[in-house]
């Protein structure tokens, strides 16, 4: 059964790759300091592996 995952945005996507801004926008995240619960799925960890440097993740 998949839990929840809290994942903040901590930095800006400003000159960022593409692919790393969609996987962001994707998990939902609009503005650094955002935070949003997503599921612990493995679509959700991929994009979270990927843009990993961005965000911090917590649970």
């Known amino acids: 059964m998949a839990g929840n995952i ?6 800006s996507l400003n000159g960022r790759i593409a692919n790393h801004k969609a996987c962001v926008k ?9 935070t949003v619960e997503v599921l612990d799925t ?3 960890r991929g994009m979270i ?3 990993y440097y961005l ?3 917590e649970g």
Request: glycine share 12%; no cysteine; aromatic share 0%.
């Open 6 to 11: 809290k994942v903040t945005l901590i930095k």
């Open 26 to 34: 994707g998990l939902g995240l609009r503005r650094i300091g955002h």
């Open 42 to 44: 493995p679509e959700n």
């Open 49 to 51: 592996n990927k843009a």
């Open 55 to 57: 965000l911090r993740v």
